[in-house]
């Protein structure tokens, strides 16, 4: 008998043959997000789910999972997963980070240009009718990358791939991270240094951690209060991990120079939100790995670690909740 394997969304891409000779694939193709006891229905008789980071997997849903032994997402994200209740349950969680990650990283930079350079406010100047005056030697002024200090808070798969690529643009980068990574900071000319003190010296401050207990606010209004006047903050990895409140106050007030944020405590942002109302800040609706070619890896990715998994196989590098390895053993199902 075949496993079961449930597929919350359609993938969009050919990405399941492979997986439907092995196993029986139930493709629900929701068009909105699982949660609840909807989605406890949906997959209480599976033995895998490949699900996207929509779908929330709360301890409550998790502790009504009798049959699910793998869960397999399409993102590098994976706090929609009570990752503690499902290693207590034994099943084993993987995320499909990789293929995202150069599509993030450039996506960094995207951002930094638009709100250094103010493209939003020149676009929306343009189509609102009120480019009045032609060119001007002080009109619209922005800042330059060139020599300013790029300072990264989480130097992982993205974060590194955001340093390498500030050298082309004469950027001086400094990180912190929870490890330091010393070979490639003599590689890539990096200072590793305490959060206050890249607080407090970087011109662009990107975050690109992933979201924890312990990274959830790690931006607030004491840590943005250590910021320049005149830097700009980049979010392209959980809403949560900025205090939106704080920011919000802190851009009304020009306690910085301005925000680019591609990521939100709540999503969709709410076109009530104070955000939407502030000039000095870019908004992208969370599409930083909104590109073809990562899209379908990740899709790709999501897949052959449900294959590994069933084979008995452990991806250790997609592999989120190691301790579970304690807790049982991945046993071949195909």
């Known amino acids: 008998m075949k496993p079961k394997v449930v597929v919350t969304h359609d993938l969009k891409f050919p990405v399941l043959d492979e997986l439907k000779e092995h196993a029986e694939v139930v493709e629900l193709k929701k068009e909105y997000p699982l949660q609840g006891e909807e989605l406890v229905k949906s997959v209480a008789e599976a033995d895998g789910v490949i699900c996207l980071l929509t779908d929330k997997f709360t301890k409550e849903v998790i502790e009504k999972l009798s049959n699910v032994k793998i869960i397999s997402t399409v993102s590098a994200g994976y706090d929609h997963i009570d990752i503690e209740e499902a290693t207590k349950k034994g099943i084993y969680v993987f995320n499909a980070a990789d293929p995202l990650t150069i599509s993030v990283a450039e996506f960094a930079f995207a ?13 929306k100047l343009i189509r609102e009718g009120n480019w009045k005056s032609g060119w001007s030697l002080t009109f619209m002024l922005g800042r330059e990358l060139r020599g ?89 990895s959980r809403g949560a991990v900025v205090d939106e409140e704080a920011l919000i106050e802190a851009l009304k007030n020009k306690v ?33 790995s909104a590109t073809f070619e990562a899209r379908r890896g990740m899709a790709e990715q999501a897949v052959k670690n449900m294959l590994y998994a069933l084979r008995g196989t452990i991806n250790e590098e997609c592999l989120v909740n190691k301790e579970v390895k304690k807790v049982r053993t991945l046993s071949k199902m195909i």
Request: hydrophobic share 45%; with cysteine.
């Open 111 to 123: 951002l930094m240009l638009s709100v250094a350079r103010r493209v939003v406010e020149g676009d």
């Open 148 to 236: 300013k200090t790029l300072g990264i808070v989480g130097l992982g798969k993205i974060g590194k791939e955001i340093a390498k690529r500030a050298r082309c643009f004469g950027m001086n980068v400094i990180y912190y991270s929870r490890t330091r990574k010393l070979e490639f900071e003599e590689e890539y000319n990096l200072k590793f240094k305490d959060l206050s003190s890249v607080l407090s010296e970087a011109d662009f401050l990107v975050l690109s951690v992933a979201l924890t207990p312990e990274t959830k606010k790690m931006i607030s209004k004491r840590e943005i209060s250590l910021m320049k006047k005149d830097a700009f903050l980049i979010n392209i």
């Open 256 to 288: 910085i120079s301005g925000a680019a944020l591609d990521v939100f405590q709540n999503e969709p942002l709410s076109k009530s939100s104070e955000l939407v109302k502030l000039e000095n800040v870019v908004l992208t609706p969370h599409i930083a």
